[in-house]
């Protein structure tokens, strides 16, 4: 028998191969965030209250400004969203039978979602959902800043690195509003936006 017939040169030989292809893993899952795609976007829209919310204010506005990550042969992407939303308030009565004077909202808040692509092709229905933080603000009441979430659906349109969007999405934050009898509830609201990814 030669040498490099017994045992233990085979047994070397498969370790040098269970090395290589582990080298081999290792370049791969170390060169994905070279070939990342990263995109920046811009939307705004119209924001629709929900619930409590509902019963102070009006339909409202929201800007939003994110960046989206997405690795190759992976179907889930990132996206990192700062968002504006502002209502303007309605004439309401308290548990006391008290006339209040309108009180405006508005909801800073910054999120970190995960998108998932229903199919492929020009036009992308895709389902986005997340957590973050947010700071809400009431006239004549406190900041409140507290953790939330966020979960809806929309549809991209384009074939290029340039494409359009369109989503809607629920917010809820725990305890972040007073309500009409002026205890604290969730303020849950709905932005429709229109953006653009580029």
């Known amino acids: 028998m030669s040498v490099s017939d017994t045992p233990a040169t085979h047994q070397r030989m498969k370790g040098f191969r269970v090395l290589v292809a582990g080298l081999g893993v290792a370049l791969a899952v170390a060169s994905a965030p070279v070939r990342a795609q990263v995109a920046f976007g811009v939307a705004g829209g119209v924001t629709v209250p929900s619930g409590d919310l509902n019963d102070r204010q009006n339909l409202g506005y929201n800007g939003l400004a994110t960046v989206q990550l997405a690795l190759p042969m992976f179907?889930?992407?990132?996206?990192?969203?700062?968002?504006?939303?502002?209502?303007?308030?309605?004439?309401?009565?308290?548990?006391?039978?008290?006339?209040?004077?309108?009180?405006?909202?508005?909801v800073l808040s910054g999120t970190i979602n995960g998108v998932f692509n229903l199919l492929p092709g020009p036009i992308k229905p895709y389902l986005i959902g997340g957590v973050g933080y947010y700071d809400t603000k009431m006239t004549g009441d406190e900041n409140t800043r507290k953790l939330g979430y966020n979960y809806g659906a929309g549809v991209k349109f384009g074939l290029t690195r340039t494409s359009i969007f369109i989503e809607g999405r629920m917010h809820q934050i725990k305890d972040a509003v007073v309500d009409v009898g002026g205890g604290r509830r969730s303020a849950k609201f709905i932005p429709i936006t229109i953006g653009i990814m580029f």
């Open 75 to 106: 179907p889930l992407q990132f996206r990192a969203d700062l968002q504006y939303n502002s209502f303007g308030g309605r004439n309401w009565v308290n548990a006391l039978n008290q006339a209040i004077d309108k009180t405006d909202t508005r």
